[in-house]
């Protein structure tokens, strides 16, 4: 079964007025099972704008993740985020299909040092856009990077959503630079820039 996740940015522009969204969501989150795989840091803005604060949670699928953010426990600590920040949270299915690194992996990276590509992207040109998706496979596979979502169903629940939605995992965060900036992603990006429009940063998980 597909896992499920909550991919969210934010600029907290009342630090005090934040913590208790912390000191409340944690348990919450807690108490469904989820698990940070990204939490703060500083992200590298590869492509349009970045937020300041970046989240990634995941669960063990799309309904839990659902559930949890529909909690009275998360529900009442969330009041806290959205009166002192501003910014997007959205709740989607992982990806469960082929995977280009699949010849040497057996599964993403995961834990601590852990790199991410976090995509949010509109497509206008699906046909061009296919080209850039069988060119990019060339470039994650030769980095070994892992989709762990990759389009799938999703629920924009506070701010604005993009269409598409993806979440590239790479053994280290300068593995996922250097695979955003080899010849053969840039070559894949000429179809996409063409194709869409997208915010897509670099990030370390936790």
């Known amino acids: 079964m597909a896992k499920g996740y909550w991919i969210s940015r934010l600029d907290v522009h009342d630090a005090d ?19 940070f795989l990204v939490r703060g840091g500083t992200p590298g803005a590869l ?28 529900q009442a600590a969330y009041t806290h985020r959205v009166a002192s920040s501003e910014g997007e949270h959205l709740i989607i299915e992982g990806y469960e ?3 280009p690194a ?49 389009g799938g169903r999703h629920e924009g629940v506070h701010g604005q959503a993009r269409s598409r939605n993806v979440l590239v995992a790479f053994k280290d965060l300068a593995t996922a630079l250097a695979c ?9 990006l000429a179809f996409r820039s063409k194709a869409a429009v997208a915010e897509v940063i670099a990030i370390a998980g936790v």
């Open 17 to 35: 007025g934040y913590k208790p969204y912390l000191q409340g969501a944690e348990p919450a989150i807690a108490s469904f099972g989820g698990r």
């Open 47 to 74: 492509e349009g704008t970045a937020r300041a604060r970046n989240v990634v949670v995941e669960f063990k699928d799309f309904e839990t993740a659902r559930a949890c953010f529909q909690s009275p426990e998360y």
């Open 97 to 99: 299909g082929d995977q």
């Open 102 to 150: 699949a010849a040497t992996l057996s599964g993403a990276a995961d834990g601590p040092g852990t790199g991410y590509w976090v995509m949010r992207i509109d497509v206008h040109d699906m046909e061009t856009y296919k080209s850039y998706v069988a060119a990019d496979a060339i470039a994650i596979a030769k980095y070994e990077g892992w989709f762990v979502v990759r």
């Open 180 to 188: 955003y900036h080899s010849p053969e992603y840039q070559a894949a």
